[in-house]
């Protein structure tokens, strides 16, 4: 059997897959309009979630380091060159010359960050790139203890999609979490009609509990001035889903 792909390699895939996620889109697009542009996007993947601040006319510019997703997403934004445009690089080390009112990392991307030495980096070079008056927003899922340890001898069903190559595609996946370095290992299997064995995509995620987050903001010197627990601003506690940080210098 071939081994797994990974899985941001594929960006016409991860739009098929990611047909079904729109509710960030006005709360982040809201957001960046009252914060105000600039806006710096990390981790930007294929302009899901830039397209729309493009289509409001702020200046807009995402990171991202898959080299095939920042090209498809430049193709997005292609219309809205004027105000706005893709860099491939990496959240870790970047230097854009510029500073930014409102720069933000959505959708779990802040999990790409395995250890606290990547996050520290990240946030050193927000840090960099953000104006003394701009804000700083992250928004990621609150770790969910059955997710992490469920059972390693079954798969279970994550959701179905138009594959771009036809047909019909259901994703299934397996979990591998080590306690001891927080990575969740995730491998998705790719069921089609006519494919006898699922091709294999793989991706690792650190899991962030909100009393690391606290830590490393803290540490990196970036004040947190608010935390939800929602989209909708309610508080965080032990019952949300989300986390969400609004932080300024
Ligand atoms: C869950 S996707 C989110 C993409 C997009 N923000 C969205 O909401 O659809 C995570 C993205 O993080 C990117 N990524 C992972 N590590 C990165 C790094 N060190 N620097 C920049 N981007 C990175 C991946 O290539 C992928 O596009």
Redesign the pocket.
């Known amino acids: 059997m071939p081994a797994p792909r990974d899985i941001?390699t594929v960006a016409e895939l991860?739009d098929a897959i990611?047909w079904w996620?729109t509710n960030?889109l006005d709360f982040i697009a809201d957001w960046a309009t009252d914060s105000g542009g600039p806006v710096l996007?990390?981790?930007?993947?294929?302009?899901?979630?830039?397209l729309p601040i493009a289509v409001r006319g702020l200046d807009y510019t995402?990171?991202?380091?898959?080299p095939q997703?920042a090209a498809r997403a430049e193709q997005k934004l292609a219309p809205f060159s004027k105000n706005a445009h893709i860099i491939q690089?990496?959240?870790?080390s970047?230097k854009l010359d510029r500073k930014f009112k409102s720069v933000f990392?959505?959708?779990?991307?802040f999990?790409?960050?395995y250890r606290d030495e990547?996050a520290a980096l990240?946030l050193k070079s927000v840090q960099n790139h953000l104006r003394d008056d701009g804000k700083f927003l992250i928004e990621m899922f609150v770790p969910n203890p059955w997710f992490l340890n469920r059972s390693q001898d079954r798969l279970y069903e994550v959701c179905s999609f138009s594959h771009p190559d036809g047909g019909y595609c259901t994703i299934k996946e397996s979990n591998d979490y080590d306690a001891e370095t927080e990575i969740n290992s995730v491998r998705w299997y790719f069921f089609r009609p006519l494919n006898p064995q699922p091709e294999q995509y793989k991706f690792d995620m650190r899991i962030y509990y909100p009393d690391t987050m606290d830590r490393l903001l803290n540490e990196a010197g970036i004040k947190i001035l608010e935390k939800f627990g929602d989209r909708k601003g309610n508080p965080l506690n032990p019952e949300s889903e989300l986390q969400i940080y609004i932080c300024g210098k």
């Open positions: 941001y991860y990611h996620k960030d996007e990390l981790a930007a993947g294929t302009g899901r979630l830039g995402g990171l991202e380091l898959s997703y690089g990496d959240m870790r970047f990392i959505g959708f779990n991307s999990l790409h960050l990547d990240c």
